[in-house]
Nanobody, 122 residues
C-alpha cells in the first residue's frame, strides 16, 4: 500500500518548463509512472521509471522533453517538463505499481495520486 501526492503543476507559457513531484508514502520499491488526462479524453501514458532507476519509458509525444527521475532516499519521483506545448495541458497523475516491470497501461498501476493541473498557454 502506498499513498501518492503530486505537486508542481501550474500555469506556464508555451516553451516554458515545470517540474512535477510525486511524494510517496510506504516502501519505495515500486515502478512509478506519470499519466495525464485532459477533459473529455482518455488517460494517457507519459513516462515510467523502475524502482532502482535502471530503466525508464516515455510516450513518443514527450520523449526528449520530459525526463523522469526518482530519488529513492526521498521516496519521490519527478517529471521535468521542458519545452511545454499547449497540447500538454492536462491533469497529471502520479501512479505506482508493485514490481519492476515498466508499463504504459493505466490498469497495471494499483496506486494513484489525486492529480495536479498543468495549463500551457499559447
Amino acid at each position: 500500500q502506498v499513498q501518492l501526492v503530486e505537486s508542481g503543476g501550474g500555469l506556464v507559457q508555451a516553451g516554458g518548463s515545470l517540474r512535477l513531484s510525486c511524494a510517496a508514502s510506504g516502501r519505495s520499491m515500486y515502478t512509478m509512472g506519470w499519466f495525464r488526462q485532459a477533459p473529455g479524453k482518455e488517460r494517457e501514458f507519459v513516462a515510467a521509471i523502475s524502482w532502482n532507476n535502471g530503466r525508464s519509458k516515455y510516450a513518443d509525444s514527450v520523449k526528449g522533453r520530459f525526463p523522469i527521475s526518482r530519488d529513492n532516499a526521498k521516496n519521490t519521483v519527478y517529471l521535468q517538463m521542458n519545452s511545454l506545448k499547449p497540447e500538454d495541458t492536462a491533469t497529471y497523475y502520479c501512479a505506482a505499481r508493485e514490481g519492476d516491470i515498466l508499463s504504459d497501461t493505466p490498469s497495471r498501476y494499483q496506486y494513484w495520486g489525486q492529480g495536479t493541473q498543468v495549463t500551457v498557454s499559447a
